[in-house]
């Protein structure tokens, strides 16, 4: 998104504390700066973004993993780095703040195709997964009610499963790809049969979005709605699991024995956006759910082959 800002002439600040992301991947340009920022320091944020105009905040930990292992953490980040961000940016007036909040917020949704205005909520405050869907359900409120009024407009955006290369580890794509590269290497790097244990029955739906379209979307809901807003970002596509692992069995020309688990506690079992909003504003999403299930895969075998021991 950085490199996508900057190509249509805007000046860039890219801030990261290198804790899970890292400034080194972002492919330089002109009009892109770096700079480490932890948003967790208030006077690092305060003069970071002093005199900037819009403010993408993207900050956060994600990663299923990173839900049960590191809550604190993540609630941390979530909550009080976005209390410092949006009360940063109202005190130097800057004009927007662009929050990407998730759709973790609503956990289990009561309705599918699931629209901006669903209810939020968190089913059991003892489960850590909700550490991730507390600090964004805490974020928009934050975002919502502390702008409400003032002169800077904001626009919450909910990502739905954003896929592609470099999106880390603690996701359901580069989870599988890596049991299935251990698996292979475990037989001598055979083309066999290849035994694959997922979380759950299986049955389990997503809407996967591509990186590029996710980009696309929210620039356009960001850049291009006037005042503020709330709006979903992915495809209207459901997904199981098992259409997921067929998938990625193709690309890699393996033959998948699935077995099956009990699916974690607080894990929906359906999730699939309503993008009409967005769709209103002239978003269409171009890449086909197997073109970037292709990619995103390949990327992430051939990191495997490079890094094996």
């Not at 800077?152 to 499963?161: A, G, L, S, W, Y």
């Not at 356009?220 to 503020?228: Q, R």
């Amino acid at each position: 998104m950085t490199l996508s800002l900057a190509k249509r002439g805007f000046k860039v600040i890219a801030l990261d504390n290198n804790f899970r992301g890292s400034l080194a991947t972002i492919e330089m340009h002109p009009n892109i700066s770096l700079k480490s920022c932890d948003i967790l320091d208030r006077d690092s944020v305060d003069e970071s973004i002093a005199g900037t105009d819009i403010v993408f905040h993207l900050a956060a930990i994600n990663g299923t993993e990173n839900f049960y292992s590191i809550p604190d953490k993540v609630m941390e980040v979530g909550v009080i780095g976005t209390h410092n961000v949006v009360q940063s940016a109202k005190m130097q007036n800057i004009r927007k703040v662009v929050f990407a909040s998730s759709s973790e917020a609503y956990s289990t949704p009561l309705v599918i195709p699931t629209p901006e205005t669903v209810e939020l909520r968190i089913p059991d405050v003892l489960n850590p997964r909700f550490s991730y869907g507390g600090g964004k359900l805490a974020g928009e409120l934050i975002v919502v009610n502390y702008l409400r009024g003032s002169g800077t407009e904001f626009i919450v955006f909910r990502p739905h499963n954003v896929i592609g290369p470099q999106m880390g580890f603690e996701h359901v794509i580069p989870q599988l790809v890596g049991k299935i590269f251990k698996q292979w290497r475990s037989l001598g790097g055979m083309k066999q049969t290849i035994s694959l244990e997922i979380q759950g029955a299986g049955t389990e739906t997503r809407s996967f979005i591509d990186i590029n379209d996710a980009i696309r979307a929210i620039e356009i809901c960001s850049l291009d709605y006037p005042g503020s807003g709330i709006f979903h970002i992915g495809t209207e596509k459901e997904c199981s699991i098992f259409d997921l692992v067929r998938e990625i069995g193709q690309v890699l020309g393996f033959e998948l024995k699935i077995i099956t688990t009990k699916v974690a506690t607080g894990s929906p079992l359906r999730r699939c956006p309503d993008i009409s909003k967005l769709r209103s504003l002239g978003f269409v999403p171009r890449v086909e759910f197997s073109a970037t299930v292709k990619k995103t895969v390949q990327w992430y075998w051939q990191y495997f082959e490079k890094n094996a021991k």
